[in-house]
Structure formats: structure tokens, C-alpha cells
Nanobody, 115 residues
Framework: QVQLVESGGGSVQPGGSLRLSCAASGFIFNRYPLNWYRQVPGKQREWVAS???????NYADSVRGRFTISRDNGKNTVYLQMNSLKLEDTAIYYC?????????WGQGTQVTVSS
């Protein structure tokens, strides 16, 4: 079955960096776009970035220029490199995608930016 497993979250000071990973299995990885979202408790899940099957990328305005999404089709993994982190980037980060008409999410990884 389709599985998405995020890792790489943690605590960092403002201005710091983290790299999140999303390991995928159960589908032909290189055919599908994948996305990163984030969610703060009590708020709606917010789209962060997308990457399609040919590595075309798109970003939310709030992270453009600071975050970079990439994929390694040989490792079935999508990454989110986060630089110049701000307090407002604190959230649970989720990897998600539409595979054969069904939406799948990982379990999420916590990112905390604090001084």
C-alpha cells in the first residue's frame, strides 16, 4: 500500500536550517507529483511546496526563496530544505500526494523555531 514517511524535523533557532525527508513506497514514485504542507494546531493545513514528476517546483509566497523542494527518484524520496527559518515556520510538516485518485498523507514531522 501507499506509504509516506516524513523525517528530519526538530528544534532550531531563527535563521537556522533543517532538511525534511519524505520516503515513499507502494507506488511508481517517479510518475507522481508530491507536496509539502504544514499545520499549526487549531489552523487549517497550509500548502508549502510542490514538485512534479519532471521536478518542476512551486512554492507558497511565505516560503519562496527560503525553502527548496527536491526529489531523488532513485531513493523514492522528496526533500524540503528549509533555510532562514522564522518563528512562524513552526508547524507539523506533512508530505502528501494524489496517487490514482486517492490522497495520501504521512504522519508528519514537528518543526519548532524558537529563540
Amino acid at each position: 500500500q501507499v506509504q509516506l514517511v516524513e523525517s528530519g524535523g526538530g528544534s532550531v533557532q531563527p535563521g537556522g536550517s533543517l532538511r525534511l525527508s519524505c520516503a515513499a513506497s507502494g507506488f511508481i514514485f517517479n510518475r507522481y507529483p508530491l507536496n509539502w504542507y504544514r499545520q499549526v494546531p487549531g489552523k487549517q493545513r497550509e500548502w508549502v511546496a510542490s514538485i512534479n514528476s519532471v521536478s518542476f517546483t512551486n512554492y507558497a509566497d511565505s516560503v519562496r526563496g527560503r525553502f527548496t523542494i527536491s526529489r531523488d527518484n532513485g531513493k523514492n524520496t522528496v526533500y524540503l530544505q528549509m533555510n532562514s527559518l522564522k518563528l512562524e515556520d513552526t508547524a507539523i510538516y506533512y508530505c502528501g500526494g494524489d496517487v490514482l485518485g486517492n490522497i495520501y498523507w504521512g504522519q508528519g514531522t514537528q518543526v519548532t523555531v524558537s529563540s
